[in-house]
């Protein structure tokens, strides 16, 4: 009985072997993890080369005496895609990772005015504050959220968990029958204005497309799902920042084999008849049977490949909308700052000069709208005792550069500015500051135009309309990031993954 098992063993151990193909992963974050663990758990050899320091991407922790940032936004959305992502592999995500659910979820300011607004994913709770924004609202906003979690339902089954190779898989006979539902040609600002009337409610609706990196006027109704994320499912904290993801995924990953390398830059791709047959690490080539892409698209295309191997030429990229860049602040700051939470927004008056700003002048916007996560009101570990923690984003203009005065006036501007929304001063205790500006997103992740976020979810730049997870030009060279599908944010990243390595499945 033993010898046959022990023959059994090696049959099997050697059908897995024919089947093995090396798989490198350029660049690291929540693609790479996820594309890492999807080829690794289907039996492929899987190395990692970052770039920088950190596997941790835009995700990676600035320490520096005693207080710890998270270098992103430390919004934990779409709980269910990361639940479902572990339950693919057999695991379950609390034996990874903690996470906290927060309440109120975040608080808004309303620039120039005197109204505050802190927002539940109880509705129940918001009944008062709905109603005191825009009377008589409440109804109307439980059968608009009521709609959204209907189309998410249809996003995520339809048209998010999937490669497109043809307009045929957009349209599918579900989506031909419920297409006008789905409000796929109806823009976000029309769309939102149909249901409310007050500026408030407005901007409490299309704020989430900020995460998008897109202005409302300009993306499709269909976003309004995320006000489902938002308020059906609720935000919520990992425990350990942000950057606890990332360390669990590779966790995972590592329990499945994947091999990392840190300060390992790729400066080309080398193709033969078609196919990627190595990468250059460290003036080493390095052989590969597949190759996928998580650095920058432009970045891979113009300087990992030669120009008659590059899927698009550059009057495609110049044509395209980009999704902002950030002016981000690390702040320490003495004592308790009280009229923050978590997270808190502040929302500029003329929020439509703002987006114009930012996506059709370029330039610095003068009234920024903007956002405060203050981690040390949940957890305390991120900063010394009576100390804050503060992380500030502006969104910015992609390709718009601040030399060094107009950087210091630039900032100056932006914590006069939320001094005076909040109604508390602090500039006077900050112990520790550092900056993160449009010019570090170029130096640090090679980003295109400098964006934060790459491709803006315009009509003309969603689902079928954003580049391919394969290259036209290389058989076996595929890409997992923000400018595939599905789209941008966190757990969209783990879906692009699956995509890229499905690829690899059916090649």
């Given at each position: 009985?033993c010898?046959?098992?022990?023959?059994?063993?090696w049959?099997?151990?050697v059908?897995v072997w024919?089947?093995?193909a090396k798989?490198s992963i350029?660049w690291s974050?929540?693609?790479?993890?996820?594309?890492?663990?999807?080829a690794?758990?289907?039996?492929?050899?899987?190395v990692?080369?970052e770039?920088?320091?950190?596997l941790?991407?835009?995700?990676s922790v600035f320490?520096?005496d005693w207080?710890?940032?998270?270098m992103w936004?430390s919004?934990y959305l779409m709980?269910?895609?990361f639940?479902?992502?572990?339950?693919q592999f057999g695991?379950?995500?609390?034996?990874y990772?903690?996470?906290?659910k927060?309440s109120?979820?975040?608080?808004?300011?309303?620039?120039?005015t005197?109204k505050?607004?802190r927002?539940?994913?109880?509705?129940?709770?918001n009944r008062t504050?709905?109603e005191?924004?825009e009377?008589?609202?409440?109804?109307?906003l439980?059968q608009y959220?009521?709609?959204a979690?209907?189309?998410?339902?249809i996003?995520?089954?339809e048209?998010?968990?999937?490669?497109?190779?043809s307009v045929f898989?957009f349209?599918?006979?579900?989506m031909a029958t419920?297409?006008?539902?789905?409000?796929?040609?109806?823009?976000m600002?029309?769309?939102?204005?149909?249901?409310?009337s007050?500026?408030e409610?407005?901007?409490?609706?299309?704020?989430?497309?900020?995460?998008?990196?897109?202005a409302?006027k300009?993306?499709?109704?269909?976003?309004n799902?995320?006000?489902?994320?938002?308020?059906g499912?609720g935000v919520?904290?990992?425990?350990?920042w942000?950057?606890?993801?990332?360390?669990?995924?590779?966790?995972?990953?590592?329990?499945?084999?994947?091999?990392?390398?840190?300060?390992a830059?790729?400066?080309a791709i080398?193709?033969?008849?078609?196919?990627?047959?190595?990468?250059i690490?460290?003036?080493?080539?390095?052989a590969s049977?597949y190759i996928?892409?998580?650095a920058?698209?432009r970045w891979t295309?113009?300087?990992?490949?030669q120009?008659q191997?590059?899927?698009?030429p550059?009057?495609?990229?110049e044509?395209?909308?980009m999704?902002?860049?950030g002016?981000?602040?690390?702040?320490?700051v003495?004592?308790?700052?009280e009229?923050?939470?978590?997270?808190?927004?502040l929302?500029s008056?003329?929020?439509?000069?703002?987006?114009?700003?930012?996506f059709?002048?370029?330039?610095?916007p003068?009234d920024?709208s903007?956002y405060?996560c203050?981690?040390?009101k949940?957890?305390?570990?991120?900063?010394?005792?009576?100390?804050?923690n503060l992380?500030?984003?502006?969104?910015?203009?992609?390709?718009?550069?601040?030399?060094?005065?107009?950087?210091?006036?630039?900032?100056?501007?932006v914590?006069?500015?939320?001094e005076q929304?909040?109604?508390?001063s602090?500039?006077d205790?900050?112990v520790q500051e550092?900056?993160?500006?449009?010019?570090?997103?170029?130096?640090?992740?090679?980003?295109?135009q400098w964006?934060?976020?790459?491709?803006a979810h315009?009509?003309?730049?969603?689902?079928l309309l954003?580049?391919?997870?394969k290259?036209k030009?290389v058989?076996?060279l595929?890409?997992?990031?923000?400018?595939?599908?599905p789209?941008?944010w966190?757990?969209?990243?783990?879906i692009s993954?699956?995509?890229a390595?499905?690829?690899?499945a059916?090649h």
């Amino acid at each position: 009985m033993c010898f046959y098992l022990g023959v059994l063993r090696w049959c099997v151990h050697v059908a897995v072997w024919e089947d093995m193909a090396k798989v490198s992963i350029i660049w690291s974050w929540f693609w790479w993890l996820s594309a890492a663990i999807h080829a690794a758990y289907a039996g492929h050899e899987v190395v990692v080369y970052e770039k920088n320091e950190q596997l941790w991407g835009r995700a990676s922790v600035f320490e520096h005496d005693w207080f710890r940032w998270d270098m992103w936004p430390s919004w934990y959305l779409m709980p269910d895609l990361f639940e479902s992502f572990f339950e693919q592999f057999g695991k379950k995500r609390e034996d990874y990772l903690t996470i906290t659910k927060l309440s109120p979820s975040y608080k808004i300011f309303f620039k120039d005015t005197d109204k505050v607004a802190r927002v539940y994913d109880d509705l129940e709770k918001n009944r008062t504050l709905f109603e005191s924004l825009e009377p008589w609202s409440t109804d109307k906003l439980y059968q608009y959220l009521d709609r959204a979690a209907y189309q998410y339902e249809i996003a995520m089954k339809e048209f998010v968990i999937k490669n497109y190779d043809s307009v045929f898989d957009f349209f599918t006979w579900r989506m031909a029958t419920e297409w006008a539902k789905m409000r796929v040609f109806e823009k976000m600002d029309s769309y939102v204005k149909k249901w409310f009337s007050s500026q408030e409610m407005q901007q409490i609706m299309q704020y989430p497309l900020v995460f998008l990196g897109t202005a409302p006027k300009d993306a499709p109704a269909l976003y309004n799902i995320m006000s489902h994320v938002d308020f059906g499912m609720g935000v919520y904290y990992p425990d350990g920042w942000i950057n606890a993801i990332i360390q669990w995924l590779v966790k995972l990953a590592d329990e499945f084999g994947v091999k990392f390398h840190t300060n390992a830059e790729v400066t080309a791709i080398e193709v033969d008849h078609g196919r990627a047959t190595q990468m250059i690490v460290w003036g080493v080539p390095i052989a590969s049977d597949y190759i996928i892409s998580n650095a920058d698209y432009r970045w891979t295309e113009t300087h990992l490949l030669q120009p008659q191997r590059q899927t698009y030429p550059a009057s495609y990229r110049e044509k395209k909308v980009m999704a902002p860049s950030g002016f981000i602040l690390y702040l320490g700051v003495q004592w308790t700052v009280e009229n923050l939470d978590h997270h808190t927004l502040l929302f500029s008056k003329d929020w439509d000069r703002n987006f114009a700003e930012i996506f059709t002048e370029k330039v610095a916007p003068t009234d920024p709208s903007l956002y405060i996560c203050c981690p040390s009101k949940t957890d305390k570990t991120v900063a010394p005792e009576w100390f804050e923690n503060l992380f500030v984003l502006v969104p910015f203009p992609p390709g718009v550069y601040l030399d060094e005065p107009q950087t210091k006036a630039y900032r100056d501007k932006v914590i006069t500015g939320i001094e005076q929304s909040i109604g508390e001063s602090f500039a006077d205790r900050i112990v520790q500051e550092h900056m993160f500006s449009v010019k570090d997103f170029e130096q640090r992740y090679n980003a295109y135009q400098w964006s934060a976020l790459w491709l803006a979810h315009t009509l003309l730049q969603t689902a079928l309309l954003r580049p391919n997870t394969k290259s036209k030009k290389v058989k076996n060279l595929f890409y997992a990031w923000w400018y595939t599908n599905p789209w941008i944010w966190m757990p969209m990243c783990l879906i692009s993954g699956k995509l890229a390595t499905d690829r690899i499945a059916t090649h």
